[in-house]
Structures are given as structure tokens and as C-alpha cells.
């Protein structure tokens, strides 16, 4: 009976994993090309986002990727998690500009020329506690003009928001070839068979030492495009590190929870099952 | 329940109580010593303490969620992300609620298919079986809601695709849907009492399970022999006997469920809806969670109107179709009771409808894969023969087909002496 309930279970399980897989392939299915595979310093069971390449991505975001996208869910105050002090932090959030959530009232007339009062939400220098800003106050509409109708979009999450998301980036930002002869291209548009449709309107981003790194790193397209991707994985998970070191204590805990569950339910039973035989 | 239990105690404090409300007969009762179980339960009957503790799960973790999440267009995809962030094991809370929803459909589904294998829906626990049907489609309804709170896109497109269903509804459809919405979209006041009723309704299952078990308690677990308990001999207590298996079954249980929290939180998950919803944009394909996958080939794979013919009047369009064979494939369920003829109970001594049971689940895992796929193709018509089988089963092989064939089989004396005669 027993042999019959492990084989059954594992039958099942074996073929939920597959229709799992099956129905998670598909969606990668249409005519764009399958990511190329990189072992990340984050993926499995013991992945930890290497410190060095995530100053490197973060580097790259804000000399290259920051010109067209934001990471709005990112606070400058969270880059003291990635190795920069508190001091650098706050040096890099001075950089930046953004809308003060604090208000003050300003004198103005309404419609009918009468005295009346404004809201006004001062531009301030960014501190430690403000997230990246949106791109410079643009409205949607600017932003598009300025990319040939297509949209940045926020980087925070885009690792999680693309099926294999760090793989994928990383394949996109190193994709970029000449568009096969006989594909009629869009004006302004790029060939890339990693983004669905194959024509993306995001030029090709990187090329080799468009940054400096300050740890003397050569900055060759696909070093930058792996560092970018890493920071980015961070970006979208930054608790990653935390859940996978909670992750062991919870599994090695269970375990031993469940040997001994395991015994001492066969313990419980002993005596029944003697006299069954 | 108490009045099974011979409870005694020597501590006053508890003696007092008991004396004025018989809670401790109560539990004992209920989950004690004094509760007889049939010792032959195998494994397979560990899944219905796992689905109470899933479905306590999500409580615990949703009202902490619900401290911290705001149910408005404009902030519910924020609070999410702020809740992963910033707020102290938010990650956590949100990963296991989450992940907690596929493990709780996991566990009931596998409940359900041992009620289906070892014939736990006939007499006399019919009442008992229909409540689980009842806790099945609120717990559906339930994690549909529960989906569209992240407002992302996929949140959304789902939300528009099955709201978008009841407008198959003759003649009042579109008020229905109108209705549901709060408005002319799904827009925020969906969002507002979908949020509400997620809230809600797991308390209504957590009520239904209570007269689930109740119900239970009248007769008793079945078994794998699918016999009666015929003495005492066939039983144990159901502590501490059923108390350490439960125990063991919810350490395997959390293993499984940990790995996917801590190692694999988004595997289950559909990555569009890290993107924020966006009413504007269809995604690419528009696929439910895992869980509904076989009821979304089921609605999907009517795609032909039912007319008179010779005639143009059509009288069930192919859309109201596609929705009356996805409600109707839970609507068998309930009637399952008595489509089954048979009045032996365990698959055991069924030979024959042992293989229909196993046809039926490999049809389920081909409805389910049809379901995560493009409409295109072989699909649609996968689809239709998976769905035309899941009916047969229940509405012609059950009660027509294997009445004739199925051949009277001996059952085994009892429990303790399972020989056959
Ligand atoms: C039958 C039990 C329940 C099921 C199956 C369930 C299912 C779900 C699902 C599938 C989600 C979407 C998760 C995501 O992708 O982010 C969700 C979100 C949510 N649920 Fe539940 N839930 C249950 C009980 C509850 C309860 C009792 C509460 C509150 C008291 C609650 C509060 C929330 C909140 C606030 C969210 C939005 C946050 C988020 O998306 O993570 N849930 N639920």
C-alpha cells in the first residue's frame, strides 16, 4: 500500500511539473527567441547578488539606462543595501531633483480674476528618503515623442515582470543584430529577436566602454549588460538574500520537524499495526 | 462530538468550565481520544487536515496583508510593492499568501480525487460531499478576487474576462455585468468590493467547513476498503493515532510549501502582473492561475451555438454555453451522489471504474494544459474532447454505462479482518 501511495505521488507530482512546464513554455512560445541562459550569482538555492557587480549595474543604470527609465520603487536610502555608505548615498540623491510632498499655498486668481489660492509642490534637491524620480516631471506624451512612440518602462520590476526576466533582459541588451535581409524595419525601430515582434524602439543601448568602472573592470557590452541585469534583479527582489537565508533555517527546521514526526507517528502505531499481522 | 467523548479531568479550573459549556468534550470529541477514526486510513487522508490548515494560512497572513494593502486603483499595485519593501517581512507575508493559495487548491484537489477514488460521496455522506463542492466554488471565487487586489494586468484582463462571462446571462447580461462591476468598467469600485468580499468569504468557508466536519463527525471517515466501521476493533482514537500522521502530513506539507516560498515565490505566478494594470493594453494571452486552468478549457472549448435546426434562431448562443458546461462541471459534482450507482464505495473493488477514475484524472491534467494554452491549433478541439469526456463520465459512463457491466464484487468482512469471504 505504501509503495503504492509514494508511486502514485510521484506520478502525479512528475506530471503536474510537466503540465506546469508545459503551460509556463508556452507563453515564451511566440515567435521571439528563447533567452540565452546565464548562472547569476543570485539563481538556486544559495544565491547572493554579487556586491561588486551591483555597484558595477548600478553605475550602468544611472549612466546609461537613466537617461529613458526610471526605477521609481527604488529609495536613494536603499542603495546603502547594496555597499554604498550613507555619506555616497546621499551625495547621489543630491543629484536629483523632485517633487516635494509637502505643499505651501500660493496667492493666484481663479477664472474670474478673484483672489484665490494654489497648491504649489516645490521642487526640492532629493534626499536619502526620496525614491529615484520620475523622468524629470516628463508627461507620458513628451516621453513618448521623444522614443519614437514607445515607452520606457520603469525598470523596478522588470525582471519579474518578463517570464526568465534576468535571462531575458540580459538576452535583449545583448541581442541586438542586423535585421535578417528582406524584414521590412520600422523607421527608428531596431532588430532584436528577443523582443516580441522582433523590432524594438529602444536603440542598442550598450556598447563597449560607454562607462568607466571604478574597480577597473573592463566594460564590455555584455560585462555591463550582466552587471545591469544584477542590479536590476535587485531592484525587483531586494529581499532575496533575506528570504534565502530564512529560506535555509525554515527548510532545516521542517526537516527535522518532520524525521521526528516521521518516527514518532511510527512509534504511535506500533501496536496496532503489530497485532494487523 | 460531545456526545461521543468521555472526557474526565482532575484540574478544577477545567472541570468548572466544562461543567458550564462542554468545550473540552467538546475537542474531545471532536479530535480526541473519544473520537473513533478506522484504522486503515492511508495517506491520502492527511490532505483534509492540510486544507484547514492551508485555509487558516491564508486567514492569518491575509488580515496582516489587508494592515497594510489599499484597495484603490490608483495605490493597490503600490501598497503591494510597498508591503514587499518596506514593511517588515511584508515579502514574506505576501510570498506565503500567495504561494498559500496554490498549496490550499493543491491539497483540496488531491482531497477531492481520494473522495472520488475511495467513495466518500455515497450514502450516507452525500450532505458531507456537497459541502466540499460548496467550499470548492468559494474558495474559487474567493482566490479570483483575491488575484484582481494586486492590480496588475493580469489582475485586471482576468477580472475583465470572467466579470465578462455573466454577460452571456439571457437578456439581463449586461445589466448583470454592469452590476458586478459597480459601473460601466472594471475600474476602482470593483476593485473596492471585490476587495471586500475577499475578505469575506474565507470566513464563509471557514463557517461551511465547520458544518463540513460536523457532518463528517455524524458517520465517521470512510475508508480505503470503503466499508462500515463495524466495531470497535475497526477504529482507533483519533488522538494520538491521527494526531501524529496529521503531524508528519503537515511537515511534508510545509517542506513543499517553504521550497516555493523561500526558493521559487513566483513560479506559480504570472509575471504580467508585476506590470501595473493598464486598461489600455490587452496582454499577449490572458491565462487564469494554475488552479483554473482545466474550468477555463472547459468555458473556452464551446465554441458552436445550439440552434434549431434548418433555421437561424439560435437558442443557447456558444458563449452562454461555454458557461453553463464550466459551472455545469461543478454542478455534476453535487449531483455526483447519486449519478454513481454503485453502492460499493472503494475503488478497491472496482476494477472497472478504477480505470475510468484514472481516465478522469489524466483527462483533468489534458483540460488543464488545453487551458494555459492559445486557442489555436489542436487546442480547441483537445479542449472539446476533454470537456465531452469530463461530462460522459459523470452523466453516462457513471449512471447508464457501468451499471450494465460493472460486475457485483465481494467486500471484506471488516476493517480488522479485511479477507474477503
Ligand atoms: C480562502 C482563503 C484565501 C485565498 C484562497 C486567497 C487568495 C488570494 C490570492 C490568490 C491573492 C493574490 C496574491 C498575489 O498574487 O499577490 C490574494 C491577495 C490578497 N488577499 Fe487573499 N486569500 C484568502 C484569504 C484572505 C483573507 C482572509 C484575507 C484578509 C483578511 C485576505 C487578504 C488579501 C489581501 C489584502 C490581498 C492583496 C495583497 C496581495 O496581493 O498579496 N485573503 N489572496
Same mark, same amino acid.
Given at each position: 500500500?505504501k509503495?503504492?501511495?509514494m508511486?502514485t505521488?510521484a506520478?502525479a507530482a512528475?506530471?503536474f511539473a510537466?503540465v506546469?512546464?508545459l ?24 544565491g547572493?547578488?554579487?556586491r561588486?557587480?551591483?555597484?558595477r ?7 546609461v539606462?537613466?537617461a529613458?527609465?526610471?526605477?521609481r520603487y527604488i529609495?536613494?536610502?536603499?542603495l546603502?543595501e547594496?555597499g554604498f555608505s550613507e555619506?555616497?548615498?546621499?551625495a547621489i540623491a543630491e543629484?536629483?531633483e523632485?517633487?516635494s510632498?509637502q505643499?505651501?499655498?500660493e496667492?493666484?486668481?481663479d477664472f474670474d480674476?478673484n483672489?484665490?489660492?494654489a497648491?504649489v ?6 534626499g536619502l ?8 516631471f516628463e508627461?507620458?506624451a513628451q516621453i513618448?515623442d521623444g522614443n ?8 523596478s520590476?522588470?525582471t ?7 535571462d ?10 542586423d535585421?535578417?535581409?528582406?524584414m521590412?524595419m520600422v523607421p527608428?525601430m531596431?532588430?532584436?529577436?528577443y523582443f516580441?515582434?522582433s ?5 542598442n543601448?550598450?556598447f ?6 571604478a574597480d577597473g573592470t ?5 560585462q555591463?549588460?550582466?552587471d545591469?541585469?544584477t542590479?536590476l534583479?535587485?531592484?525587483?527582489e531586494?529581499k532575496l ?5 530564512m529560506?535555509?533555517k525554515?527548510m ?5 520537524f ?8 511510527r512509534r504511535?502505531?506500533a501496536d496496532?499495526?503489530?497485532k494487523?499481522? | 462530538?460531545a ?6 479531568? %482532575? ?8 461543567e458550564?459549556?462542554p ?7 471532536s ?9 486503515n486510513?492511508?495517506?491520502w487522508w ?6 484547514g ?8 497572513t491575509g488580515?496582516?496583508l489587508?494592515m497594510?494593502y489599499?484597495?484603490n486603483t490608483e495605490l493597490a499595485?503600490?501598497s503591494?510593492?510597498h508591503?514587499?519593501?518596506d514593511v517588515?517581512y511584508g515579502?514574506l507575508?505576501r510570498y506565503?499568501h500567495?504561494n498559500?493559495?496554490?498549496?490550499f487548491?493543491?491539497v ?7 473522495g ?5 460521496y455515497?450514502a ?7 459541502l466540499?463542492?460548496?467550499i *470548492? ?6 482566490a ?6 494586486p492590480w496588475?494586468?493580469?489582475s485586471?484582463w482576468g +477580472?475583465k ?10 437578456v439581463?447580461?449586461?445589466?448583470l455585468?454592469q452590476?458586478?462591476?459597480g459601473?460601466?468598467?472594471?475600474? %476602482?469600485p470593483?476593485?473596492q ?8 468569504l ?5 463557517g461551511?467547513?465547520?458544518l463540513h466536519?460536523? +457532518?463528517l463527525?455524524?458517520h465517521?471517515?470512510?475508508n480505503p ?16 493515532y ?6 508528519f502530513?503537515i511537515?511534508?506539507f510545509?517542506l513543499?510549501f ?6 521559487n515565490? %513566483?513560479y506559480?505566478g504570472?509575471?504580467? %502582473?508585476?506590470?501595473p494594470a493598464?486598461?489600455l493594453?490587452?496582454?499577449?494571452s490572458?491565462?487564469?492561475?494554475w488552479?483554473f486552468?482545466p474550468?477555463?478549457?472547459i *468555458?473556452r472549448s464551446?465554441?458552436f ?14 458563449k452562454?454555453?461555454?458557461v *453553463?458546461?464550466?459551472f455545469?462541471s461543478?454542478?455534476?459534482?453535487i ?5 454513481d450507482?454503485s ?11 478504477r480505470w475510468?477514475?484514472?481516465i ?9 494544459y488545453?487551458? +494555459?494554452?492559445k ?8 479542449g472539446?474532447?476533454?470537456t465531452a469526456y469530463?461530462f460522459?463520465?459523470?452523466?453516462v459512463?457513471l449512471?447508464?454505462?457501468m451499471?450494465?457491466y460493472?460486475k457485483d464484487t465481494?467486500l471484506?468482512?471488516?476493517i ?6
Amino acid at each position: 500500500m505504501k509503495k503504492f501511495f509514494m508511486k502514485t505521488l510521484a506520478s502525479a507530482a512528475t506530471s503536474f511539473a510537466v503540465v506546469l512546464g508545459l503551460s509556463v513554455s508556452v507563453f515564451a512560445a511566440d515567435a521571439e527567441k528563447a533567452p540565452k541562459e546565464v548562472n547569476w550569482s543570485f539563481s538556486g538555492f544559495f544565491g547572493t547578488y554579487d556586491r561588486a557587480a551591483l555597484q558595477r549595474g548600478f553605475q550602468v543604470y544611472e549612466e546609461v539606462c537613466a537617461a529613458c527609465h526610471g526605477i521609481r520603487y527604488i529609495a536613494f536610502r536603499n542603495l546603502t543595501e547594496i555597499g554604498f555608505s550613507e555619506e555616497e548615498a546621499k551625495a547621489i540623491a543630491e543629484k536629483y531633483e523632485t517633487v516635494s510632498p509637502q505643499y505651501y499655498w500660493e496667492d493666484t486668481e481663479d477664472f474670474d480674476g478673484n483672489p484665490a489660492k494654489a497648491k504649489v509642490y516645490p521642487v526640492v534637491t532629493a534626499g536619502l528618503s526620496d525614491k529615484f524620480p520620475a523622468k524629470q516631471f516628463e508627461t507620458e506624451a513628451q516621453i513618448r515623442d521623444g522614443n519614437g512612440g514607445a515607452l520606457p518602462p520603469d525598470l523596478s520590476l522588470i525582471t519579474k515582470a518578463r517570464h526568465h526576466g534576468p535571462d531575458y533582459v540580459y538576452s535583449l541588451l545583448t541581442g541586438y543584430e542586423d535585421a535578417p535581409s528582406g524584414m521590412e524595419m520600422v523607421p527608428g525601430m531596431s532588430y532584436n529577436p528577443y523582443f516580441g515582434g522582433s523590432q524594438i524602439a529602444m536603440a542598442n543601448p550598450l556598447f563597449e566602454d560607454q562607462v568607466e568602472y571604478a574597480d577597473g573592470t573592463k566594460a564590455t557590452a555584455d560585462q555591463m549588460a550582466k552587471d545591469v541585469v544584477t542590479f536590476l534583479m535587485w531592484a525587483a527582489e531586494p529581499k532575496l538574500e533575506e528570504r534565502h537565508q530564512m529560506g535555509y533555517k525554515v527548510m532545516i527546521f521542517m526537516l527535522v520537524f518532520t524525521i521526528l514526526m516521521y518516527f514518532s507517528n511510527r512509534r504511535v502505531w506500533a501496536d496496532v499495526k503489530k497485532k494487523k499481522d | 462530538m460531545a456526545g461521543n467523548s468521555n472526557f474526565q479531568s %482532575n484540574n478544577k479550573v477545567v472541570n468548572w468550565i466544562e461543567e458550564r459549556m462542554p468545550i473540552f468534550s467538546l475537542i474531545d470529541g471532536s479530535l480526541g481520544a473519544s473520537y473513533p477514526a478506522p484504522k486503515n486510513l492511508n495517506y491520502w487522508w492527511n490532505f483534509g487536515s492540510l486544507a484547514g490548515l492551508a485555509l487558516v494560512i491564508q486567514i492569518v497572513t491575509g488580515i496582516v496583508l489587508v494592515m497594510h494593502y489599499t484597495p484603490n486603483t490608483e495605490l493597490a499595485f503600490d501598497s503591494v510593492e510597498h508591503i514587499m519593501r518596506d514593511v517588515n517581512y511584508g515579502w514574506l507575508l505576501r510570498y506565503v499568501h500567495a504561494n498559500g493559495a496554490s498549496m490550499f487548491f493543491i491539497v483540496v484537489y488531491i482531497h477531492i480525487f481520494r473522495g472520488l477514488y475511495f467513495g466518500s460521496y455515497k450514502a450516507p455522506r452525500e450532505l458531507l460531499w456537497i459541502l466540499g463542492v460548496v467550499i *470548492l466554488i468559494l474558495m474559487m471565487a474567493t482566490a479570483f478576487m483575491g488575484y484582481v487586489l494586486p492590480w496588475g494586468q493580469m489582475s485586471f484582463w482576468g +477580472a475583465k474576462v470572467i466579470t465578462n462571462l455573466f454577460s452571456a446571462v439571457p437578456v439581463v447580461g449586461d445589466s448583470l455585468v454592469q452590476w458586478l462591476w459597480g459601473g460601466f468598467a472594471v475600474d %476602482n469600485p470593483t476593485l473596492q468590493r471585490f476587495f471586500s468580499l475577499h475578505y469575506l468569504l474565507p470566513f464563509v468557508i471557514a463557517g461551511v467547513v465547520i458544518l463540513h466536519i460536523w +457532518a463528517l463527525h455524524k458517520h465517521g471517515s470512510n475508508n480505503p476498503l470503503g466499508i462500515d466501521v463495524k466495531s470497535p476493533q475497526d477504529t482507533v482514537g483519533f488522538h494520538p493515532y491521527y494526531t501524529a500522521k496529521d503531524l508528519f502530513g503537515i511537515g511534508v506539507f510545509i517542506l513543499v510549501f517553504a521550497y516555493f516560498v523561500f526558493f521559487n515565490p %513566483n513560479y506559480l505566478g504570472h509575471a504580467d %502582473n508585476y506590470i501595473p494594470a493598464n486598461p489600455l493594453l490587452t496582454p499577449a494571452s490572458i491565462v487564469p492561475e494554475w488552479y483554473f486552468l482545466p474550468f477555463y478549457a472547459i *468555458l473556452r472549448s464551446i465554441t458552436f451555438s445550439i440552434s434549431i435546426p434548418f433555421t437561424d434562431i439560435v437558442l443557447i448562443d456558444a458563449k452562454l454555453l461555454g458557461v *453553463l458546461a464550466m459551472f455545469g462541471s461543478l454542478a455534476v459534482l453535487i449531483a455526483l451522489p447519486w449519478l454513481d450507482r454503485s453502492p460499493v464505495r472503494s475503488s478497491r473493488f472496482r476494477p472497472m471504474y478504477r480505470w475510468f477514475f484514472w481516465i478522469l484524472v489524466i483527462d483533468s491534467f489534458i483540460l488543464g494544459y488545453v487551458g +494555459a494554452q492559445k486557442p489555436e491549433g489542436i487546442m480547441p478541439t483537445l479542449g472539446l474532447i476533454g470537456t465531452a469526456y469530463y461530462f460522459f463520465h459523470f452523466l453516462v459512463l457513471l449512471p447508464f454505462i457501468m451499471p450494465k457491466y460493472e460486475k457485483d464484487t465481494k467486500l471484506p468482512e471488516s476493517i480488522s479482518n479485511p479477507v474477503i469471504k
